[in-house]
């Protein structure tokens, strides 16, 4: 009798904490849910306002709206607007867990700038009680397509992993995870079915991510994919995504050596036939253990970033034609020059092209090169980066032009002044050059933006506007941090230069540019 009272009473004490616990949680919920909206009440009470039209009746049109229609526009907002609208009335409050959009984004849904150890909520309560939350309904229509976790400091991959297994991966189209653990020597390991995808449309990844495909994974709708700064299992992980799959069409991928220390060797090779968009950010040191092969006869558009290694492999592309490349210098040599010429050649159909200032350098170095390639169909070109003393302004350019016969658009964008003497005159501008062809029969406009006044920038515009014969613009955007003096001297000095186009107009942009 006597074991029977205690049995009864223990079972009693679990009750109750069993329900204290569950009402502590639901006060957490309302407290976090009040945090939110009171955070968005000022936005959303111009909507309560505009939600009455001026009808007689006073009808609330919005309210009106069926369900599928006001979960759209839901999904145009923020996780934290979209929560805050469940209190317009009881229509709307379970609104925003039909949303087939998921985004949580640590930046937004935490205060920034305070540490997650000190934060009233941290992001990874938020995260399951929005999760908890949308889960009450057993069926919700329409299911989630798209999930978002973005998570930048003290990262749990636990949780990622319980909620990515936790959703219906038969119905998602479209996965961006980008994590930061606390301990980054313990990465995300995805789960194996979603190696075998067949919704995935865009698959973007990111920081402490580890790659292990099976040999038989397959993607057969991804049509996006985004790899930055993952790890890879084996030197073979990334070949065997890219063979997987069949349609892709835009791949951005951030490789850093780092990442690659616990491979002896690894290999990008890109051969997909169907691939229009590349962005290969390479920041590997040149080494033979790190090479990359790209094989893409389909590619429009090309970015490129990084080093070149003495065995990368770049095929003909001769369908790219808009382009950006930024190589970095890592040899003073002109094998390395030779090497970037090569490369360039690759892409002899483009055009649209953006260099680095570096890049350019780069080309000017080896303009011994035999074959230097000559880009028939450029008509836009644009220098980028910071300017640097010994880059030899009028040099590099005119070298460019040269091999762009048919340029009409040429653009600079500067940053960052490097190294001295940049306000004194470089005597290898004072060298007369041959004008290029397109200078004289193509080029009709020009936008300096950056401008800062300096010797090299005001003698570059000069050499510009003697040589190009049928100019019409020359568009100048000025540094917004100088001062109106300065500006107006500059103003009146570059009006004051000789213009071989009788048509050329100087116009300047008061638009900001820092």
């Not at 001295?420 to 060298?431: D, Q, R, S, T």
């Not at 004289?440 to 014969?469: F, N, Q, V």
Request: proline share 5%.
């Amino acid at each position: 009798m006597k074991r029977q009272m205690i049995e009864t009473e223990e079972r009693e004490r679990r009750e109750r904490q069993r329900i204290e616990r569950a009402e502590r949680a639901k006060m957490r919920d309302q407290a976090w849910l009040i945090d939110v909206t009171s955070t968005s009440r000022r936005r959303l009470s111009s909507v309560r306002q505009n939600a009455h039209t001026n009808t007689d009746d006073g009808e609330d049109i919005i309210s009106s709206l069926p369900d599928s229609l006001l979960c759209h526009i839901l999904s145009f907002l923020p996780i934290r607007d979209s929560v805050a609208t469940s209190i317009l009335s009881s229509r709307w409050r379970p609104l925003w867990t039909l949303i087939p959009i998921l985004h949580l984004d640590q930046k937004e849904l935490t205060e920034p700038y305070l540490d997650e150890r000190n934060k009233k909520f941290k992001f990874v309560d938020i995260v399951l009680r929005i999760w908890t939350l949308r889960n009450a309904i057993s069926n919700p229509t329409p299911p989630l397509h798209k999930l978002f976790i973005h998570w930048y400091h003290y990262c749990l991959p636990f949780y990622v992993d319980t909620l990515v297994r936790a959703t219906n991966l038969r119905d998602l189209q479209e996965l961006d995870l980008h994590l930061c653990n606390y301990h980054p020597h313990q990465p995300l390991e995805l789960p194996l079915s979603l190696y075998f995808s067949t919704t995935l449309v865009v698959l973007k990844l990111g920081a402490d991510i580890r790659l292990n495909p099976p040999s038989a994974c397959v993607f057969t709708c991804l049509r996006i994919l985004l790899l930055k700064c993952v790890t890879f299992a084996n030197r073979d992980s990334l070949s065997t995504i890219l063979n997987a799959c069949p349609v892709l069409l835009d791949l951005s991928l951030h490789v850093v050596d780092k990442y690659l220390n616990n491979l002896d060797e690894f290999n990008v090779i890109v051969l997909v036939a169907t691939l229009k968009r590349l962005h290969l950010h390479w920041n590997v040191q040149p080494s033979s253990k790190y090479i990359f092969q790209i094989n893409t006869p389909a590619l429009e558009y090309f970015h490129f970033r990084g080093y070149l290694n003495r065995d990368d492999v770049l095929e003909k592309l001769p369908n790219v034609v808009e382009c950006v490349i930024q190589i970095e210098d890592c040899e003073k040599s002109d094998d390395y020059a030779k090497r970037v010429w090569d490369f360039m050649g690759k892409i002899y159909n483009v055009i649209s092209m953006e260099l680095s200032i570096i890049t350019a350098l780069i080309l000017f170095h080896g303009s011994n090169h035999e074959d230097i390639p000559t880009f028939h169909n450029l008509s836009s070109l644009k220098f980028c980066g910071d300017i640097w003393f010994d880059w030899y302004a009028w040099h590099v350019v005119h070298l460019l032009l040269c091999q762009a016969p048919k340029l009409q658009i040429l653009t600079f964008e500067h940053s960052i002044l490097l190294g001295f003497n940049l306000y004194k005159p470089n005597p290898c501008m004072e060298e007369p050059l041959n004008v290029p062809e397109c200078m004289s029969s193509h080029l009709t406009t020009c936008h300096y933006k950056g401008l800062r006044g300096t010797m090299t920038d005001m003698e570059l515009i000069r050499k510009i506007l003697e040589a190009a014969r049928v100019l019409k613009t020359m568009k100048i955007t000025l540094l917004s941090y100088l001062g109106s003096r300065r500006k107006l001297c500059i103003r009146k000095e570059l009006r004051k230069f000789q213009r071989s186009s009788q048509n050329c107009q100087i116009a300047f942009d008061d638009g900001h540019f820092t």
